[in-house]
């Protein structure tokens, strides 16, 4: 899977999404929509042993597939939302994402999915799995 930053932002770090790890990761496993609220899992997962007592709990899904040290470096990322683009024939080739600080409840709307999903429809589309 290709990633590609839109933005001005410089890349801070790189980032080559796995399968089942992140909200892109879980995407791509689940082939569908993926949405976290980031910011209030973190607020519920103090330290490693609450953290770890989570993921044992619910599964690894529920923490986007990280261990404590991934969770930590991916925390300050609020919210997250993901979508699969799948080209002409529906076959999956990749996801579109995006990431704020704060605001998942407000963001979490049928809206920007929509929005989301349009872009997602446009890149398999065009062919995007040949860029």
Do not use: I
């Amino acid at each position: 899977m290709a990633t590609y930053r839109l933005g001005v932002s410089p890349v801070t770090r790189k980032l080559r999404p796995a399968r089942g790890v992140g909200v892109v990761g879980l995407c791509w496993k689940h082939d569908r929509e993926f949405g976290v609220n980031v910011e209030r899992l973190v607020a519920g997962l103090l330290d490693e042993a609450a953290f770890d007592a989570y993921r044992e709990k619910e599964d690894a899904d529920a923490v986007m597939g990280f261990s404590w040290v991934e969770f930590q470096r991916y925390a300050h990322r609020g919210a997250v939302f993901a979508s699969p683009v799948r080209n002409a024939r529906s076959r999956f080739t990749g996801c579109v994402s995006f990431d704020v600080a704060h605001g998942y409840d407000d963001l979490d709307v049928q809206r920007v999915w929509h929005v989301l999903n349009s872009l997602s429809f446009v890149l398999g589309q065009d062919g995007f799995e040949n860029a």
